[in-house]
């Protein structure tokens, strides 16, 4: 172990950090008119979108005495505006300023004229991609909604609500927004108010696109596939909210806009109500002709087009045929895609942009980072500790990238000497400390363990539908871990179609489908199971768990001009380019890649681009220097 690099990769908040102005390419041609103006739901389309993204008024106030809740009065006035969707905390808002714990933050705006001139017999939904983290809306002063959760996306029926239509600005929206960050145990990601080495700024509020669509009083609210790659067959589940009852219902399947599939519900069929009144649980299936069955892959990311029509809603979406799994090839199980051994290049992908923070200036900046880590050679993004807006999984699905999805960590302050000091030392010690001692693993506030199952669940509920995420990862390091043989098993009943990496990095409870380490300070090598597959619990294969180095390399140069701090953070730092360069070529194709021939099922490099302090990316931060050029070759 490279004792001297481990020593110097101990974290260090820093209390006196200054940040430097970085931008990239797209925050500097980005029109406050025209904001992520694209589909925001690209899994479930239709034609009525209007798009509430541009500027708001904005206020900060404090919370008035002991009152901790969503309910103080509201503003007398406002500060100035803000650039829905970029938080408070980021250059692009137009704000710049950190939201404290004691702090909320308001928004107002007005609704369009035209969304609120409803056609006969249709509502209108309000949609939030994400708003971190407690959330009130109001509609003409009255308070229609409250949301907890920084990272999924909520949505509210305000037709009852709306005055009479006539002209602009009768129509009011104000939110009311706290976020009391890292100085609680509640799921933020790396966020922290004293950012230092791997964890950054924090920011709250909107986030992600708002916007309005109508619908008929009958629509469809929800939609997912799953396929069962074996059979050739596609299963459609769908959620329709409105009258008991339906009108009629067709599934058509389409191969480059030719009609392939075509399924049709009659009225008078009899549907399982589900446990909310005024929704109903719908599932269609049909088989795809032989001749037209293409397997999705990387190589090949072919995605049919689906059309669902249920009375006068029309709806448009997409799907793939694909299989995700663990089979035994040679001595142990390997991850395979579509029953073929895969072998996973990963790139650590932290989500995180200069001048926008959580959210990318532009739906080109998400599809630049995703093509460029392409063209480098990998296959996979491990998105890490964030969930992202949907047209990045979009574009993972369509661009042909694999995903490893974390869930967003939570806990009270963590005890680096146990996370971090002691796995780096032995990471055999790890493997006997259970993981119910809450205390040890800062998780003692049982409401909040509750209320991560909470949003973990919604994560999932909101994400199985993109086709190109293969592993659900809950826990990383320790950071909040808690039972995670029962979230394994919960994790398994929500979406037995995918994998998990129930612990990346150490804390191994023995569950899951991959043994999956970190290896920062050691010579690489393929990680074996301790637990013998018998004793396994929560795991797909009966042969056992896949080898998976869940993170590595680390590399680290800081380049003058762009970068947002002084300070540079690595696991091991290089003064050039040209010693980084000639490092990272060795560390892949010398240590990593002779690993796949000893049944590594795949390795996930650190990582996409620098942030802030952590100067070990592909890419600067600001995305304007490629600092890792050279295509990895499979």
Not at 168 to 192: A, F, H
Request: a negative charge; charged letters at 25%; proline letters at 6%.
């Amino acid at each position: 172990m490279n004792i001297k690099d481990a020593v110097r990769s101990i974290i260090r908040p820093h209390q006196d950090d200054s940040i430097t102005p970085l931008t990239t390419v797209w925050g500097d041609s980005l029109d406050p008119q025209k904001v992520l103006q694209e589909y925001p739901r690209p899994q479930l389309k239709r034609d009525s979108y209007y798009n509430l993204n541009g500027l708001w008024d904005y206020a900060i106030t404090a919370v008035s005495g002991s009152d901790d809740s969503l309910h103080n009065s509201h503003p007398r006035s406002y500060d100035g505006k803000i650039l829905v969707p970029f938080s408070p905390e980021c250059s692009l808002s137009g704000v710049d300023r950190q939201l404290k714990p004691d702090e909320f933050l308001w928004y107002r705006t007005f609704l369009p004229a035209s969304a609120c001139n409803l056609p006969d017999a249709h509502r209108l939904i309000l949609h939030f991609g994400a708003v971190d983290y407690e959330t009130e809306v109001y509609i003409n002063n009255v308070s229609v909604f409250r949301h907890k959760g920084g990272y999924d996306p909520f949505e509210v029926d305000i037709t009852d609500y709306l005055l009479a239509p006539g002209g602009e600005n009768v129509n009011e929206l104000i939110l009311r927004v706290r976020d009391v960050s890292n100085t609680s145990e509640q799921p933020r990601g790396k966020q922290t108010l004293l950012r230092g080495g791997i964890f950054y700024t924090a920011q709250s509020g909107i986030w992600q696109t708002v916007w309005l669509e109508q619908v008929p009083s009958t629509y469809v609210e929800k939609l997912w596939f799953d396929s069962v790659y074996d059979e050739r067959k596609l299963t459609a589940h769908l959620t329709v909210r409105g009258a008991v009852t339906l009108p009629a219902l067709s599934l058509s399947l389409y191969d480059r806009q030719e009609e392939i599939g075509f399924r049709s519900l009659r009225i008078d069929q009899t549907v399982s109500p589900s446990e909310e009144p005024e929704r109903l649980n719908i599932t269609l299936s049909v088989t795809i002709p032989e001749e037209h069955f293409h397997p999705w892959s990387p190589e090949s990311p072919f995605l049919y087009d689906v059309k669902l029509t249920l009375g006068k809603d029309v709806v448009t979406s997409y799907f793939a045929m694909r299989l995700f799994s663990l089979e035994k090839h040679g001595q142990m199980p390997v991850f395979c895609l579509n029953h073929e051994p895969y072998f996973l290049m990963g790139v650590l992908d932290q989500g995180y942009w200069p001048d926008g923070l959580y959210t990318a200036p532009s739906d080109e900046a998400l599809i630049y980072d995703i093509e460029t880590v392409k063209k480098l050679g990998y296959n996979m993004l491990r998105k890490h500790i964030k969930v992202e807006a949907a047209r990045y999984y979009y574009h993972c699905d369509r661009l042909g990238m694999i995903v490893c999805q974390d869930m967003i960590n939570g806990g009270g302050s963590y005890s680096m000497p146990l996370v971090s000091y002691l796995p780096t030392v032995s990471q055999t010690a790890c493997r006997h400390i259970p993981d119910n001692q809450y205390a040890l693993f800062s998780r003692t506030d049982a409401s909040a363990r509750k209320q991560w199952e909470v949003e973990c669940r919604s994560m999932i509920e909101h994400l199985k539908f993109f086709p190109s995420i293969a592993i659900w990862c809950p826990f990383n390091e320790g950071w909040g871990q808690f039972d995670a043989v029962r979230i394994t098993e919960m994790i398994r009943d929500l979406d037995p179609t995918r994998l998990i990496d129930s612990t990346s990095g150490w804390f191994d409870q023995g569950c899951g489908d991959f043994v999956s380490v970190h290896n920062y300070f050691r010579a690489l090598s393929v990680p074996r199971d301790s637990v013998p597959a018998n004793r396994l619990r929560g795991n797909s294969c009966p042969d056992g768990r896949a080898g998976f180095l869940s993170e590595y390399g680390g590399l680290a140069c800081r380049i003058e001009g762009h970068s947002s701090v002084d300070r540079a953070f690595g696991y091991k730092c290089y003064d050039t380019l040209e010693e980084l360069q000639a490092t990272y070529r060795k560390l892949i194709e010398k240590s990593l890649l002779p690993l796949r021939e000893q049944g590594l099922s795949g390795a996930v490099y650190t990582q996409v681009s620098d942030v802030e302090e952590e100067v070990n990316g592909l890419m600067t931060y600001d995305r304007r220097i490629l600092k890792l050029p050279a295509p990895v070759s499979l």
